[in-house]
């Protein structure tokens, strides 16, 4: 997987594709932290969600230049698209628990209820022209309901997905519970 400066045609950097026992690995993490991520609070959530939103603003300008050379938006596009993210990171951080409170249902039974638990370990396949904005948009109301997420970034992108990553990993979300694999289009459909 390369990534290419679109502007100039320069090969920036190469990116292996994970193989599948890479893949497997990276996928056993990721249940092992979501089974300790589902049972903590919305408070305990959301106070490492305010953090990301936090790293998003301090580095602005460095994830606008990232997107500037691997997909060629504009810095302006790209410094909104990052403010964008820290947003939806506050915004879920603010509000899921409401969001995902259980909703009485009226039933002929004593006490129906409907609830909203977490899934498991979510699949995030997604584009290259919003590359942090598609990720967050996904990934701050996912983690926040208690799910963990793999990312499969389009191949061009690959420097956003990393630094993605250590954007929740410098704000203290448990190891695994975001990670990317690197695979081609073609070889994530196959993904069951």
């Not at 300008?61 to 698209?81: I, N, R, S, V």
């Not at 954007?167 to 979300?173: D, L, R, V």
Request: aromatic content about 12%.
């Amino acid at each position: 997987m390369q990534t290419i400066d679109p502007t100039t045609g320069k090969k920036i950097k190469y990116y292996p594709e994970h193989s599948l026992s890479k893949i497997d690995g990276i996928l056993n993490r990721a249940e092992k932290s979501f089974q300790s991520w589902r049972t903590l609070s919305f408070k305990e959530r959301s106070l490492l969600m305010k953090k990301a939103a936090v790293i998003l603003r301090r580095n602005t300008d460095q994830y606008a230049q990232l997107m500037a050379q691997e997909m060629g938006k504009p810095l302006t596009q790209g410094q909104g698209e990052i403010e964008k993210c820290a947003f939806v990171c506050d915004f879920y951080a603010e509000h899921a628990e409401q969001f995902l409170t259980p909703e009485p249902v009226r039933t002929e039974a004593s006490k129906s209820f409907v609830t909203y638990e977490p899934l498991g370990i979510v699949l995030a396949v997604m584009p290259w022209n919003f590359p942090f904005w598609q990720v967050f948009r996904c990934v701050a109301p996912t983690l926040m309901a208690g799910n963990a997420v793999v990312l499969k970034h389009a191949s061009n992108v690959c420097g956003c997905a990393l630094a993605i990553e250590r954007i929740f990993k410098e704000a203290g979300f448990p190891p695994a519970l975001f990670s990317n694999v690197f695979v081609s289009s073609k070889k994530s459909q196959s993904f069951d």
